[in-house]
């Protein structure tokens, strides 16, 4: 079991940055995929990036790709997502979530997971 708490949200102008933290308590933090995901108002949550449980596997989506960092801590049971160059679009609710699936095929989908935070809303004015 693991209980996974995001913090670092908040309200911030285009073009601004923010970091967001996940701190993960329970078992063997090191053993997890980690993932984020964002839901904006209305829509589908949807995939953000993916780190593996070494740090040497790492992907995003398209639309943050060159603007958004994932890493994370196994020291310190943390994740982490820098985000730079903010745009509207980016304001949403985020969720980082733990996976313990071997296989990283499915990693992009809410399914993979098996343990959630409750979220962090990010907003960003123009």
């Known amino acids: 079991q693991v209980q996974l708490v995001e913090s670092g949200g908040g309200l911030v102008q285009a073009g601004g940055s923010l970091r967001l933290s996940c701190a993960a308590s329970?078992?063997?933090?090191?053993?997890?995929?980690m993932g984020w995901f964002r839901q904006a108002p209305g829509k589908e949550r949807e995939f953000v990036a993916v780190?593996?449980?070494?740090?040497?596997?790492?992907y995003y989506a398209d639309s943050v790709k060159g603007r958004f960092t994932i890493s994370r801590d196994n020291a310190k049971n943390t994740m982490y997502l820098q985000m730079n160059s903010l745009k509207p679009e980016d304001t949403a609710v985020y969720f980082c979530?733990?996976?313990?699936?071997?296989?990283?095929?499915?990693?992009?989908?809410?399914?993979?997971?098996?343990?959630w935070g409750q979220g962090t809303q990010v907003t960003v004015s123009s």
């Open positions: 979530a733990a996976s313990s699936r071997v296989a990283s095929v499915g990693r992009t989908q809410s399914q993979f997971y098996d343990y």
């Open positions: 780190i593996s449980w070494s740090g040497g596997s790492i």
């Open positions: 329970g078992r063997s933090f090191g053993s997890y995929r």
